[in-house]
């Protein structure tokens, strides 16, 4: 192989690992004061070995199947947080204005995920409680493994922002109380 012909393999090789570094990264940022914002459903994360209730939706099961390995696959409690400004737009199940939008936190996990809105499309992120990315870490924690499933489900994800709505807080707790 020539000089030129390395260099442009080299170059190509360079580019590749890049976009994949890029695609892997978080697109919604990391929202400042999410602990603050109003606690809309509480919910968990089963443990991987656990038979799920019968009665769940095919979304929560699903949902529950990709998260179960995280807590070193013990399940986990999961808390849902809306941001303050948008409380009625959850609550119309959007659409939502632009900005941060809402939060799933595993106190145990020691992570967040984030749906935050850019022009009317969601767009999503995964970080630790520290604020530093962690979506290269798991493949169901990149931004387009969320989008994927979000768009699969869009009965129950309107607007890119998933809840059965049925299950969820009837009085959104304002306190900030865990």
């Known amino acids: 192989m ?10 190509i090789l360079f580019c590749t690992s890049l976009v994949s570094k890029v695609f892997a990264e978080s697109i919604a940022s990391y929202p400042p004061e999410w ?35 995280i807590n070193q696959s013990q399940g986990s409690a999961v808390n849902v947080r809306i941001h303050p400004n948008k409380m009625n737009q ?3 199940h959007g659409p939502y204005s632009d900005g941060p939008t809402i939060v799933a936190v595993s106190e145990d996990a020691q992570m967040l995920w984030v749906t935050e809105h850019i022009g009317g499309e969601a767009i999503y992120g995964s970080y630790n409680l520290k604020g530093e990315d962690i979506s290269h ?42």
């Open 90 to 92: 959850y609550l119309a």
């Open 137 to 178: 870490t798991h493949h169901s924690l990149k931004p387009e493994y969320c989008d994927r499933c979000h768009a699969s489900y869009q009965e129950l994800c309107p607007h890119g922002v998933c809840s059965d709505f049925e299950e969820h807080l009837t009085q959104p707790r304002q306190d900030g109380a865990q």
């Open 2 to 11: 020539d000089r030129s012909n390395a260099v442009i393999l080299v170059g």
């Open 35 to 69: 602990e603050y914002w109003p606690e809309v459903k509480e919910s968990m994360i089963y443990p991987a070995a656990s038979e799920l209730p019968p009665n769940m939706s095919l979304f929560s099961q699903e949902s529950l199947r990709a998260y179960n390995w």
